[in-house]
């Protein structure tokens, strides 16, 4: 079964088409970044027109390297949501149009469960159960994952997400957008320690996380100085470094109070160097192992919402292509199940 995937929920169009049998055939990604840069973030309506301009170029892209026609298409994922309501309906009213001029079958897919089964894409992939850390700009969440489409949630940010917090700290040292990637670049030229910063909600005792605290604690350090540009450096890597203890120390508490030894870590932050170093190596330490997605499908794309979607309908008949469709916004992870 050859499924196509549409990714439409914020400043990424992505397209890929899965084969069940023979895995990704093709991929392709628009990211917006240049578009928002000039505005320090992503600007809503323009990212719903950039998604209109970009589907249909990405689709026969991803369609030539598969060497597969649309006639060939048997079903069409779409994300439904969380994300902006815009863009996700631009990419939900592509896909369903779609699935009736071929008259298909249409599927709306969670977001944050095509990151959760992104890694179950690559060769060496993790056997059900697993815990799961999902790690973006918007969502920082713990999960049990027994099977597809049953997610037990363990603990969650309670303020900032660790990308979000990312992000506001790369902007409080003066970096560009996106501001993630920004600071950990320049985190690398830089040494932890030199600074202090706090460790959130490390010794909590539960699985929560809170990281809004932390980019007021660089806030207040930058504050006192005039900082210099080895300063900022020396404060990235201290920021860098907090995050990534306080991550894996939780990540690496879930895995023993479930009794489990694999871990997916995925989404954005999940690109993370520093990250994933800390997260090996804690992981090797009590006999587990980390598993991550490829870095080309660590931000969001059409790949992981394809295998979702081809998982989902492997499983369950839950699928339509009338034409009748609604986005979700704000989508709690919880709500799935296998229906």
Known sequence: MKVLGIESSCDETGVALYDTERGLLGHAVHTQVAMHEAYGGVVPELASRDHIRRLIPLLENVLAQAHCGRGEIDAIAYTAGPGLAGALLVGASFAEALAMA?????????????????????????????????????????????????????????????????????????LGYPGGPALAKLAEAGTPGRFKLPRPMLNSGDLSFSFSGLKTAVLTAA?????????????????????????????????????????????????????????????????????????????????????????????????????????????????????
């Not at 469960?113 to 790690?135: C, K, N, Q, R, T």
């Not at 994952?145 to 660790?162: H, M, N, W």
């Open 102 to 174: 071929l008259d298909v079958p249409a599927l709306p897919v969670h977001h944050l469960e095509g990151h959760l089964l992104s890694p179950l894409l690559a060769d060496e992939a993790p056997a059900y159960p697993f815990i799961a850390l999902l790690v973006s700009g918007g969502h920082t969440q713990l999960m049990r994952v027994t099977r597809v489409g049953d997610y037990q949630l363990l603990g969650e940010s309670l303020d900032d997400a660790a990308g979000e917090a990312f992000d506001k700290t790369a902007k409080l040292l003066g």
């Open 223 to 339: 504050r006192t100085r005039n900082l210099s540009e080895a300063d900022k450096a020396d404060l990235a890597a201290e920021f860098q470094e907090a995050v990534t203890e306080v991550l894996t120390a939780k990540a690496v508490a879930a895995c023993r109070q479930h009794r489990l030894s694999s871990l997916v870590v995925a989404g954005g932050v999940g690109a993370n160097r520093r990250l994933r170093q800390g997260m090996d190596a804690a992981l090797a330490k009590i006999g587990g192992r980390v598993y991550y997605p490829a870095l080309e499908l660590c931000t969001d794309n059409g790949a992981m919402i394809a295998y979702c979607g081809a998982q989902r309908l492997l499983q369950s008949a839950a699928a339509q292509g009338s034409g009748a469709f609604a986005v979700r916004p704000r989508w709690p992870l919880a709500e799935l199940s296998l229906g």
